[in-house]
């Protein structure tokens, strides 16, 4: 085989065999195919599209590329994956409240993208917390905890680091195929039993309309369950910030909050709903209501509070987490509030904007090698529909500087419509596509 007559079948709009799409893979991660003619795959991908059957056999190879964890454990391994959005930390909240639940939940995580946070970021907000460990020491904490989520080895799916770095400078990051077999080739590595996907919609997601986020809903849960891994995915709305806060140390507080307060809100609905959908695909509840009840139980009576003490200490973060939170997370020098300049209601909240406020900040990376500061970031955002007034705080600013402040003070005032009457308010669950 060669690069070539691959890369010319693809252009033809033939579909190359298994076969082919192995040693494609293979030749990425080893580095025998040159950056152009991965740019020229990737193109021809994105100008011409896979079928069902070729999505999901470049989605294994590319998986193959790597490891693929094995698991000697009492219980189902189960995963979620969401697509991407603001203040959602979701992640944080349903790993160890699966764990309480019977299952295993060994979640390989991403670091932010673009004016998304990402979760490695936001348990790095945590001292001490360490998101890097060797496959082996995954093993141990997933063993002793229920629950870990770390980042990816080198050795995960290495066809997609190097082909992902080609997509961000070669305009193909938008295909649906190539996003496909990207994120499923990292999450199928570490061997599910079942997944859920969390796919958002809305001005805060990548996804901007319900027809483009079912589309990308369909082909995830099409190809994985091809491979043999069970999986369901939730239509989810990001029109407004999932928690009240967007910022690495900021969401780690809302998570804290929804664990240990006992009261309810979307980020624990969410992961309610989630979780459900994974355990009965698990075998671990009747239906997706009975699991619902399940997550929202533990979730309320503190066992996952505790088994998120136990994960974090697991990782190098301190014993007594959850019982004074409040006292390690780091604080920003400068907090002020955005206060309305007029009465009314809020009409819309521009997600990504607020998103790359954080950025700027000092929240998220412009560059890949910038160093996010953990304490940045927007605390008490308005909802959709609130009534304001201008005694009312739109959001709360922490930054590190003065100017900083003053910036994001001017971008939130302009991500924020208030108008004089209330808008519909989209629900929080669009659709669920289910195995």
């Not at 027809?211 to 709305?237: F, H, M, P, Q, Y």
């Not at 088994?307 to 990782?315: K, L, P, Y």
Request: proline residues 4%.
């Amino acid at each position: 085989m060669d690069a070539r007559s691959i890369i010319a079948k693809l252009r033809r709009q033939l579909v190359p065999d298994a076969d082919e799409m192995r040693w494609f893979a293979q030749e990425l991660a080893d580095g025998g195919v040159s950056d152009a003619q991965a740019g020229a795959f990737a193109m021809a991908v994105c100008m011409g599209g896979l079928d069902a059957s070729a999505r999901a056999a470049l989605t294994l190879a590319m998986r193959d590329s790597g490891d693929v964890l094995t698991w000697d454990l009492d219980g189902p391994v189960i995963d979620k994956h969401s697509t991407g959005g603001v203040g959602d930390c979701v992640s944080l909240v349903l790993a160890p409240a699966l764990a309480e639940c019977g299952a295993y939940v060994p979640m390989i995580s991403g670091r932010g993208l673009g004016h998304t946070g990402g979760t490695l970021d936001k348990m790095e907000a945590i001292p001490g917390v360490t998101t890097q460990v060797s496959e082996d020491r995954l093993a141990q904490v997933v063993a002793d905890t229920g629950a870990a989520i770390v980042g990816a080895t080198a050795q995960i799916a290495p066809a997609d680091k190097r082909l992902y770095a080609i997509r961000d400078v070669t305009a193909t990051v938008e295909s649906l195929d190539l996003i496909t077999a990207s994120i499923l080739s990292k999450k199928l590595a570490a061997s599910p039993d079942a997944l859920v996907l969390d796919v958002k919609v809305g001005s805060g997601a990548f996804m901007k309309t319900l027809a483009d986020a079912r589309a990308l809903a369909s082909a995830l849960t099409e190809t994985a369950n091809a491979t043999g891994c069970k999986t369901s995915a939730v239509i989810t709305d990001m029109n407004q910030p999932l928690a009240g806060s967007l910022g690495n140390a900021l969401e780690v507080a809302e998570v804290m909050r929804a664990l240990t307060s006992g009261k309810a809100n979307t980020l624990a609905e969410l992961s309610a709903v989630l979780g459900g959908v994974l355990l009965a695909d698990a075998g671990l509840a009747q239906n997706a209501d009975h699991g619902q009840a399940q997550i929202a139980e533990v979730i309320r009576n503190g066992g996952a509070a505790d088994r998120f003490g136990r994960m974090i200490a697991a990782v190098g973060g301190p014993v007594q987490f959850v019982d004074s939170w409040a006292r390690f997370l780091p604080e920003a020098n400068v907090i002020q509030e955005v206060s309305a300049r007029k009465a009314g209601y809020v009409t819309a909240i521009d997600g990504e904007a607020l998103g790359l406020a954080v950025v700027a900040l000092g929240g998220g990376r412009q560059v890949e090698s910038d160093v996010i500061d953990p304490a940045v970031g927007l605390s008490n955002m308005v909802r959709l529909g609130d009534k304001v007034d201008p005694a009312t705080p739109l959001a709360v600013i922490h930054a590190a500087r003065e100017d900083a402040a003053q910036l994001a003070d001017s971008e939130i005032r302009k991500a924020i419509s208030i108008g004089p009457k209330p808008l519909a308010i989209q629900p929080l669950i669009h659709e669920r596509i289910l195995a």
